[in-house]
């Protein structure tokens, strides 16, 4: 009797990507086998990225375990043996109890610095930014540190699977340079600074959100400015990111989220000072909902201001460093910082020079008009034209946003005073994104000062109570404290009436209501009237409500 015998044969294929894809997964594999000490930087293609400048493997860590599946089986393989925490020959735990560090004394990997000293600068960093800034600990009883060599990297923090699947919050371990010879700071100084800045990495992993989209990670800047600033804000006297700051004043017209976020530590300094602590850990509660550069947008709205209003007072910051710094105000270590490139060095000739540029969104744009005299170059003023469009920043970072600039020497028509002899003119589409201040001799003057623009509308629309809890009603331009407002029916009868602290959001000026009438019941789904009346004036219109 003949059997007939089936034969399942099934053909395995690796996944198939495009050129851009695959050199995108080449080059992590790359950076992350020099993390593991395997690959030299030499070995490497030199990175010509500003994103690509070197100093934490966060990123890497995180996208070679975010994009585990896309590699061929024997990469993959590779990659999953050397994602396993590494075996050393010896471990201590520190005298918090809160960290074991293991290290060897012999090899590849031996530890040139004090082991012991290292764990002080874990329990500093953790009884700092826990203890003291109020941030929830990473997720562990007892948190494991490896002293490894990792090739060009201070160090990293390696994510190592979701604390409750979805959440994208991540159980981690740390993984810090066994040497730091031929870094920017070396020795056990080094391993200070690294504590603070890996340990807050932990942090955003267990706590907040690792955000990606197809296995890249989202608003890295955003992470590592964080950790970055920690640093100095931990051990004030080592100072490594002063290494970084330079890629940074060399190109302010970038747009902040294309920094890799070691360069502008002094953002989140600044807002230290400015508004204290709180705000930076508002930036984090945000980010679990929001994209990072409107997560800062609305931790400043909390404090009545704006990412624009924010940076335009930044660019007067970064601009008094080095030798134009002034003793006691803006940065406190502002002799130290490098000096600001302005994007463009005008020669001015009365009566006046009109200059055009195309700007990035979010971005400092540093103008500087000079004339020669007797062939000595002479400055006359800085301008800094600050691009404050947020929403552009997030959807199209590599947008290009024209404004112009005019100077005059003379009252020309719409124009505004600057010092009583120079006139300037700021001009764009979106003039509402823009703001301008003007240095003279050392000295801040003019500057439009009416960011704050006046909403012409009513926002959400259509207000739904499942969905919103607030609305927001534009207030009448050039108001300031508070403003009263009311709510009518299509009757025009007076359902709800209040007095309320006019805020910012979004850029825009505008009073909050709930949505509720005078005896706290929702309103019915329709169209309502609003009035609202400050010491400027008056503004009314029309706004929907969703009552679902």
Sequence with gaps: MLKKVLILIIFTTA?????????????????????KGISSYSEIPQRDSINEEKKCGFRVASEIYLNIDKFDLPR?????????????????????GLFRVHFDTSGIHKVYYNVYDFAKALDSSYNYEVNYLGYPAPAATIYDVYIQNTGGYYGY??????????????????????????????????????????????????????????????????????STAMEEFVFDTVNDYYGYMKSYFDNPDRTFSLNNGYNIAAWNIFLKD????????????????????????????????????ELSEFGVWTYFTNYRSIPNKYFT????????????????????????????????????FFRTKNNIVETLLFAIITNGDVQKGIQSPAAVIPFTYELFNYDASGSQSLDGYYYSKLDAADIVFFINKEIINDVVVGGNGNYRKV?????????????????????????????????????????????????????NRVVKWNGLKQNNDRTGSGIYFYLVKSNSGTINGKLVIVNE
Excluded: C
């Excluded at 930076?280 to 990412?307: G, P, V």
């Design 15 to 35: 996944p198939v990507f495009s050129q851009g894809e695959m050199s995108k997964l080449d080059s992590l594999y790359n950076s992350f086998l020099e993390m």
């Design 76 to 96: 993959k393989e590779n990659v999953l043996t050397l994602l396993q925490r590494p075996v050393t020959q010896t471990s201590i735990v520190s005298d918090s």
């Design 157 to 226: 923090t390696q994510p190592e699977g979701e604390i409750v699947a979805g959440s994208k919050q991540y159980y981690s371990y740390i993984v810090v340079h066994n040497s730091f010879a031929g870094f920017y700071t070396q020795g056990i100084d080094a391993a200070r600074v690294t504590a603070a800045h890996e340990l807050h990495h932990a942090i955003q992993m267990s706590n907040y959100i690792l955000r990606e989209e197809n296995g890249n990670l989202q608003d890295v800047f955003f992470y590592e400015m964080t």
């Design 274 to 309: 400015r508004h204290g602590f709180d705000v930076l850990k508002r930036q984090w509660a945000y980010l679990i909902n929001y994209r990072a550069l409107l997560s800062i947008e609305l931790s400043l709205n909390d404090y009545n201001t704006s990412f624009a209003e």
């Design 333 to 368: 270590e502002a002799e130290f910082y490098p000096v600001i490139r302005p994007m463009n060095n005008v020669a001015f000739y009365p009566p006046s020079r009109l200059i055009s540029v195309n700007s990035s969104p979010v971005s400092n744009n540093f103008l500087h």
């Design 455 to 507: 909403a012409d509308f009513v926002f959400p629309s259509p207000f739904r109570y499942k969905k919103h809890e607030f609305l927001y009603l534009p207030v009448p331009p050039a108001s300031s404290g508070l403003a009263e407002f009311f709510i009518y029916d299509l009757n025009m009868e007076l359902l709800f009436s209040n007095v309320e602290t006019i805020i910012n959001k979004f850029g």
